[in-house]
């Protein structure tokens, strides 16, 4: 069965001034979907989910929510639940009561709110807290409280503006986990802004990649790391070493490259029309590079010579930086996988597949 579409934005646009910085923005939500907008600062994220919360109103376009249009209709007929960056709760009032003021607005009954602002206190993990105020939480309870305080009216949609940006790294991470867990159990709707590429991957079914106001790409994290549309998208997701070169050859579904720095590679052509002759631009990323103190690969292809710059051991993985001609190529071993230690000074040979390989043209083409 298909499911229905939640939230739907059609050719909306939005200009402050002379400058357009949402602009032509598609996208179809389903419901109890979690999708990202995702990008660098300045990119339209906040205007777009402003634009759906109803605090801006787009300058052309359609936004539907549950099938209904919602152009001119003020936010708080949109049944939404909103967490922002800041916490935001009423510091002279207990957490009961922050978690209860939406009902209490909607003239829900006494016994009612009770029960569901405890209900909602169980789901959140801090029952315990009712009776204290804002200021004797910290930091990670208080966003807890927030999203509780947000979805306590069960609204059609959830609306998140980096709502983890403010706590630190570990307690970021405890509650990503825990929005993932409340967003697949209450299957709510949600859409999620955040210019943090790795929470993006982590929580969402889809992610939006916005750069400039314009829709970079939309998929599943998968397609967005492995299938990239631009090169803005592949650079600013995760890290990847970047190379200058040229197309020696198309051999079918493979091309055959040639880096400045004078040694041959063979990638996927993928989905992009090369000529020969045509400088590329070539990136494979640091997890994808085997690293090996022998020579390992047939014929020599996808294989190079280079010596180990420095390594830097960072627990789960190390990192190694080797010299190849021109290039400082980054090497990312899993600590698992590592029998060799690699020391400073050391003759290296690094090898990659074709498929791990992306090129770009500057028509953007991967
Ligand atoms: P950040 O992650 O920094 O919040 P963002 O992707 O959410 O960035 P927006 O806040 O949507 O970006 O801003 C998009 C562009 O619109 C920026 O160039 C910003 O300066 C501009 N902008 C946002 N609000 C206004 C406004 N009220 N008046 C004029 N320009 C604005």
């Given amino acids: 069965m298909t499911k229905s579409i939640d939230v739907e934005l059609v050719n909306i646009q939005k200009k402050f001034g002379p400058n357009v910085v949402v602009d032509s923005f598609n996208l179809q939500i389903e419901q109890g979907e979690c999708v990202s907008f995702l990008g660098p600062s300045g990119c339209g994220k906040t205007t777009t989910l402003n634009m759906i919360a109803g605090f801006l109103e787009p300058d052309q376009g359609d936004l539907l929510i549950k099938g209904k249009r919602m152009n001119g209709v003020p936010s708080n007929k949109r049944e939404l639940g909103m967490v922002f960056q800041t916490y935001s709760l009423f510091p002279h009032m207990t957490i009961f009561e922050n978690v209860a003021y939406g009902l209490k607005l909607r003239k829900v009954a006494k016994v ?146 040639r880096t400045d720095a004078g040694f041959t590679l063979l990638a996927d052509r993928r989905d992009g029309s090369f000529g020969n002759g045509e400088k590329v631009t070539i990136y494979v990323r640091p997890e994808k590079i085997g690293l090996n103190t022998e020579e390992v690969v047939m014929d020599g292809i996808n294989q190079v010579k280079g010596t180990v710059k420095q390594t830097s051991f960072l627990g789960a993985y190390t990192e190694c930086e080797v010299e190849v001609g021109l290039y400082s190529i980054t090497v990312r071993i899993q600590t698992v996988q590592q029998m060799i230690q690699f020391s400073q000074g050391q003759s290296v040979y690094l090898d990659w597949k074709p498929e791990d390989i992306f090129v770009f043209t500057g028509k953007g083409q991967g």
């Fill in 112 to 257: 009612e709110i009770t029960r569901r602002v405890n209900a909602i206190l169980e789901l959140v993990k801090l029952p315990h807290v009712a009776e204290r105020y804002p200021k004797q939480l910290s930091g990670g309870q208080r966003q807890r409280i927030a999203i509780a305080r947000a979805l306590v009216t069960e609204p059609s949609l959830l609306l998140l503006d980096e709502p983890l940006s403010n706590l630190d790294a570990k307690l970021r991470e405890e509650l990503r986990d825990e929005l993932k867990r409340l967003q697949q159990e209450i299957g709510i709707t949600t859409i999620f802004v955040t210019h943090d590429q790795e929470e993006a991957l982590y929580l969402s079914n889809r992610i939006v990649v916005l750069d400039h106001g314009k829709v970079e790409q939309i998929g599943t994290p998968w397609d967005i790391y492995n299938r990239p549309a631009s090169e803005f998208v592949h650079t600013f997701i995760g890290k990847s070493n970047r190379m200058q070169g040229m197309v020696e050859e198309t051999k079918g579904d493979t091309l055959l490259l």
